[in-house]
């Protein structure tokens, strides 16, 4: 379990380094996001889930990455709260830092 928050923990890095640039405390921004998503994935992701259940059937699956990049950007709009600073992001940096972050932490879990 530690191991996964540590992939999950390291992704968010990258993610936060390379495509967002954001220019504060990297690994306590990423620790704080990390455990926020992990809160938000256990407590609001699955009423949502619930919620557009028929959205998602119409898009045969699709819409699930769109609420998933919803709830990532929460998660760090949160954790941005948390931390004081300020860095705004659009919905497609958004989307594009949780796509890589997918297949960072998906990759890193698959190897450990």
Known sequence: MLTRFLIHVLALIVVFLAIWHVPSNTVGAAIVMALVLALINAVIRPILLILTLPVTILT????IIVLNALLFGLSFI???????????LGFLSVLFGYLVYVVISTVLTHIF
């Open 78 to 88: 949160v954790a941005e709260n948390l931390l004081g600073f300020h860095f705004h």
């Open 60 to 63: 045969l699956g699709l819409f």
